[in-house]
Antibody, heavy 118, light 109 residues
Framework: EVQLVQSGAEVKKPGESLKISCKGS????????IGWVRQMPGKGLEWMGI????????RYSPSFQGQVTISADKSISTAYLQWSSLKASDTAMYYC???????????WGQGTTVTVSS | QSALTQPASVSGSPGQSITISCTGT?????????VSWYQQHPGKAPKLMIY???NRPSGVPDRFSGSKSGNTASLTISGLQAEDEADYYC?????????FGGGTKLTVL
């Protein structure tokens, strides 16, 4: 079964760092782009960026460039999303998803809730 | 990048058909045949319903169909069922990136 399994919920304070993960299984992890999507409470989906685990080629949405870092470790079929200094406005659900050729996202992780509060 | 424009809400009765529009520009929807549609039930991850304008992934009922004309894409759901009640999002490829629509809440009356 093709699946993406994300790390668990996080509660952090403003200014702290964080790295969440997304582990793929059931397919060739290095052959598909992986994307990250933010969903703030009660709001819509926002495309953050993507990574190709095969060579770590990474592309960011202009809205998220410089705000987060996307990385991957192909040896363990895992992609990451990290922050160096969290803000309260980073509070959201974060999804990873596998990309098809036309950037459609066909397999989604279960989501990771990030809460940033003092 | 501006979000694609979707109606905030649509509604229909069981058995009816509804259409959700998704309007962009020539830089996204109009420029590529890479429009996708997602269904999201409350508390769940989104699910891909249509990709590359009109293709259905395996397992998606053929009641769901997609099309595009110019800068506007559309998702049509025929034979509406209670379980179709959800939020629907469109997305489009644009310059090595993707932009989502604001989402449409579908209510099955």
């Amino acid at each position: 079964e093709v699946q993406l399994v994300q790390s668990g919920a996080e509660v952090k304070k403003p200014g702290e760092s964080l790295k969440i993960s997304c582990k793929g299984s059931g397919y060739s992890f290095t052959s598909y782009w992986i994307g990250w999507v933010r969903q703030m409470p009660g709001k819509g989906l926002e495309w953050m960026g993507i990574i190709y685990p095969g060579d770590s080629d990474t592309r960011y949405s202009p809205s998220f460039q410089g705000q987060v870092t996307i990385s991957a470790d192909k040896s363990i079929s895992t992609a990451y999303l990290q922050w160096s200094s969290l803000k309260a406005s980073d509070t959201a659900m974060y999804y990873c998803a596998r990309l098809l050729h036309g950037y459609g996202m066909d397999v989604w992780g279960q989501g990771t809730t990030v809460t940033v509060s003092s | 990048q501006s979000a694609l424009t979707q109606p905030a809400s649509v509604s229909g009765s069981p058995g009816q058909s509804i259409t959700i529009s998704c309007t962009g520009t020539s830089s996204d929807v109009g420029g590529y045949n890479y429009v996708s549609w997602y269904q999201q039930h409350p508390g769940k991850a989104p699910k891909l319903m249509i990709y590359e304008v009109s293709n259905r992934p395996s397992g998606v009922p053929d009641r769901f169909s997609g099309s595009k004309s110019g800068n506007t894409a559309s998702l049509t759901i025929s034979g509406l069922q209670a379980e179709d009640e959800a939020d629907y999002y469109c997305s489009s490829y644009t310059s090595s990136s993707t932009v989502f629509g604001g989402g449409t809440k579908l209510t099955v009356l």
